[in-house]
């Protein structure tokens, strides 16, 4: 399974203010983190690196929305939503993470 559709009908991860994901998930999409070459077309070996992401949020993270959020700010929202979003996967046995010498 695509790590693209393990985030549909999942809570948001990014929670700004006018996050749509207050229990209905609908709008939620996965949201691909940007940045160190792990973006949409430079996947670090097919992983897609992103966080679950209501149709608000997604859209303030993709500058469609403008806001006075600060961008370092939005970029470390979406980093910590990833992880959270990482730990989720792996405490439900989705993915692995395999350590090797």
């Known amino acids: 399974m695509k790590m693209t559709e393990l985030a549909k009908g999942r809570p948001c991860e990014i929670r700004l203010d006018g996050c749509q994901s207050g ?14 070459g792990i973006g949409l077309k430079n996947r670090a070996g097919g992983f897609d ?4 992401a209501c ?11 403008l806001t006075n ?13 990833t992880i959270r979003f990482q730990q989720k ?13």
């Open 55 to 65: 149709f608000n949020c997604h859209n303030i993270l993709d500058g469609r929305i």
């Open 69 to 81: 959020y600060d961008k370092d700010w939005l970029d470390t929202l979406h980093k910590d939503g």
């Open 89 to 101: 996967l792996a405490k439900e046995e989705k993915i692995f993470i395999v350590i090797r010498k």
């Open 23 to 36: 229990g209905e998930n609908e709008t939620t999409v996965f949201a691909h983190l940007n940045g160190a």
């Open 49 to 52: 690196w992103g966080c679950p």
